[in-house]
């Protein structure tokens, strides 16, 4: 699954550990999903979109699409 978690985190200017720690995950869990290697929990992409306030749907992306 493709996403823009790097973007978005980027354009705020947090590291991953802030975003971590607003997200209630850890580092490592912020790194997996933004390099595609893990995808999120259903309950983890909606607090995603509500921190982002955007739809999950602006945010990761079905790659088979």
């Known amino acids: ?3 823009r978690l790097k ?3 980027a354009e705020r200017n947090w590291s991953q550990a802030e975003l ?3 997200l209630d ?3 490592q ?3 997996a999903i933004e390099t595609g ?3 999120p929990s259903l309950p983890l992409a909606f607090r ?3 921190l982002f306030e955007l739809q999950i ?3 990761f992306n079905d790659a088979a699409e």
């Open 7 to 9: 973007v978005l985190r």
């Open 57 to 59: 749907e602006e945010i």
């Open 48 to 50: 995603i979109a509500r």
């Open 20 to 22: 971590a720690e607003r």
């Open 25 to 27: 995950v850890s580092r």
């Open 1 to 3: 699954m493709e996403n």
């Open 37 to 39: 290697k893990h995808d």
């Open 29 to 31: 869990a912020v790194n």
